[in-house]
């Protein structure tokens, strides 16, 4: 019988994880959420089902992200939701272990690295190679990495935002700020308790984000109905939201990633400062799809910021083009085991 070994690429977010098999392009996005029994500890439901139980569970379930800002939080729950992805990617009944790259923020430190091979071992894989995500994404946002010449680009995630310029398929200069989608959430949950005395979960502060949220206070503001717990009655309520609401509650965030953007900029080599200006700075990850993002970052820099295609996606297809090509990005991966 034909042993033959698969390829996966694996954008292990703190809020969604995406697996991309070269051939068949993404084949899996659902949230790194999972859910465990507390009696005695089996994995009850990962991914989509484990996120429909977040806020919702019994004394006797709780539903959990075990990654951080980036990082792995919880090692043994994490190798289980890395299993589940795996097998879903590529069939619980193989002959095989796939080799498997998984894109990590930039500023992780090698433990952390390490913690993120042994972890993706332990789930199946035969061979576990590690990427910088803001490479990942600019190889999935189609920039020519191994030219001579400065490409920046941002990955705003769900636990991190990663700025960095890239020439010769290296990162020349980068920061990267424990600042990203979650803490967005954070923050208007938090405001519209201020300001309404009310208590909403983590999921309707999502839900607000996606739907009025704008990185700059709209001319044609926007409103949405919330439901949460009146935090002096306890009883339920609604209170009306608008897009004003949100902007001010993540101005504070919003500054973290701009500080960390200028900062990058400020250290450019001067030959690649003048490339960037001309090209442009590439925002990608679920976090740029906030409105106004782009031209929020190209405000406070005063260079051209734009989305790449499919944001979401870019980490993930930059997992799988650089597995696909290892021997032309291996100076642009940190390390393999």
């Known amino acids: 019988m034909l042993m033959f070994t698969k390829k996966i690429g694996i954008d292990l977010g703190t809020a969604n994880t995406l697996v991309f098999v070269p051939g068949r392009g993404i084949v899996l996005n659902e949230p790194s959420v999972v859910a465990i029994s507390l009696n005695d500890k089996e994995i009850l439901a990962v991914g989509d089902e484990a996120k429909e139980m977040l806020g919702r569970t019994p ?61 993706t071992i332990a789930a199946g894989a035969k061979a576990a190679f590690i990427i910088k995500e803001p490479i990942a994404a600019a190889i999935g946002a189609n920039i020519p990495i191994g030219s001579a010449s400065g490409h920046m680009i941002i990955d705003l995630g769900g636990g991190t935002s990663e700025m960095a310029v890239i020439s010769l398929g290296g990162i020349v200069t980068n920061t990267s700020v424990r600042i990203g989608g979650n803490r967005f959430d954070s923050a208007i949950s938090e405001h519209v308790r201020r300001k309404y005395n009310l208590a909403i979960g983590e999921r309707s502060a999502e839900d607000i984000k996606i739907g009025i949220g704008s990185a700059l206070y709209l001319q044609k503001k926007m409103s949405m109905e919330v439901r949460g717990r009146d935090m002096i009655s306890g009883m339920p309520r609604t209170v009306t939201v608008s897009s004003d609401d949100v902007t001010e509650a993540i101005q504070a965030e ?58 979401l996606l870019c980490v993930a297809k930059g997992t799988g083009v650089a597995l696909e090509n290892l021997e032309s990005y291996k100076r642009s991966i940190l390390a393999t085991s």
């Open 59 to 119: 004394d006797t379930i709780v539903a959990s992200r075990p990654l951080r800002e980036g990082v792995i939080a919880d090692y043994k729950t994490t190798e289980a939701m890395l299993k589940y992805f795996i097998n879903k990617a590529v069939g619980n009944i193989r002959l095989f272990r796939p080799e498997v790259m998984v894109a990590v923020p930039a500023g992780i430190t090698s433990t952390e690295r390490r913690a993120a091979i042994d972890a």
């Open 254 to 311: 919003l500054e973290g990633i701009i500080s960390s953007v200028k900062s990058v900029l400020q250290s450019t080599p001067p030959e690649l400062s003048a490339d960037v200006i001309d090209k442009g700075i590439v925002l990608s990850g679920g976090s740029s799809l906030l409105r106004n993002m782009d031209r929020l970052i190209a405000q406070a820099t005063g260079v051209p910021a734009y989305t790449a295609d499919e944001p």
